[in-house]
Structures are given as structure tokens and as C-alpha cells.
């Protein structure tokens, strides 16, 4: 069964089971799966995201948005079930850490945007004397699309019994 959060969440409570986030105001939802964290609640959000342990990826966490800034000129199109996302992509490095990250913008029925980006915090191996071995980042890349296919859109101020797009 899933578990359905309308707007608000337990803050810091792993999910025993897959659930949904569902913003009524912007009119969207996607699911996340057991094991998730929500770190905050409303609109920003942050998921934090299982990850296998003993390899050199730290955290993933998924961070969600909504505003009016569309995505940059030349972003790559990507579809996802039907859905047409704009994505922008970068790495960044502090002290040892590598954070890749993938940011994903999807128009919304109210005109605003939703921007999801997903976040890989891993260590530099170099950085350690015995290194875990890497972890899957295709494996990894694979969950944060299952997200993306999640993700649903509906006419704003919609109930919960109201069918998503």
C-alpha cells in the first residue's frame, strides 16, 4: 500500500514502504520508494534516497522545486513516459567529495516549472588509503529515472481522488 503526503511529511522518519508526495497548490505528484528520508516538508523538498552501503557513494537524495525560471537555452530535451523533461548536468568537488548532479525541469498545468534534481555525493577514492569499491552510478542513474516516471501532473487546487496526467 502507499502511503500519500499531501503537502506536508514526517520530517526525518524513513518510509517503511513506497509513497506518494503530492503539492495540490502546483498541481503535481511523484512516488518514492521505501527507504526514503524526507528531510523537509513543502515545497522545497528533500528526499534522501537508500544507497547500497560499503562502496564510495555517501548520500543521493532527490531535491524538489517549483518556480518560474525555465530551463537554460540548450538544455537536452529527455522524455520520460510520455513527459517531456529539460535537463542540465554538472559536477562539483569539496574536500575529497564528488557531487554529481542531474536537474530536470518540467512544465506545470499552473505555468510554473517543476525542477527536480538528483544528487550523487560520493567520496574521491583517491582521497583514502583502502577505498570501498565504486558504486553502480548506472544503477544509481536507473532509480532517479524511476522517480522521473513517477511523476504526475493534475489541474491545481485538485483533491486526492482527482486522476493525475
Not at 537554460?72 to 554529481?100: D, I, K, M, N
Amino acid at each position: 500500500m502507499l502511503g500519500v503526503v499531501l503537502g506536508l511529511a514526517l520530517v526525518g522518519l524513513a518510509a517503511t514502504e513506497p509513497g506518494i508526495y503530492r503539492d495540490a497548490l502546483h498541481g503535481f505528484q511523484l512516488a518514492y520508494p521505501a527507504g526514503a528520508v524526507v528531510q523537509w516538508s513543502g515545497v522545497p523538498l528533500r528526499i534522501d534516497l537508500p544507497v547500497s552501503p560499503g562502496t564510495t557513494l555517501r548520500e543521493k537524495f532527490l531535491w524538489v522545486e517549483v518556480n518560474r525560471t525555465p530551463p537554460a537555452p540548450g538544455a537536452e530535451e529527455v522524455v520520460v513516459q510520455g513527459r517531456a523533461f529539460y535537463l542540465e548536468a554538472g559536477v562539483e568537488g569539496a574536500a575529497g567529495s564528488v557531487y554529481e548532479y542531474w536537474r530536470y525541469y518540467t512544465a506545470l498545468p499552473d505555468g510554473e516549472w517543476l525542477v527536480l534534481t538528483c544528487v550523487l555525493h560520493s567520496v574521491n577514492p583517491a582521497m583514502l588509503d583502502s577505498p570501498p569499491p565504486e558504486f553502480d552510478r548506472q544503477r544509481e542513474l536507473d532509480s532517479f529515472l524511476a522517480l522521473l516516471a513517477s511523476v504526475s501532473t493534475f489541474p491545481p487546487g485538485a483533491g486526492p481522488g482527482d486522476v493525475a496526467q
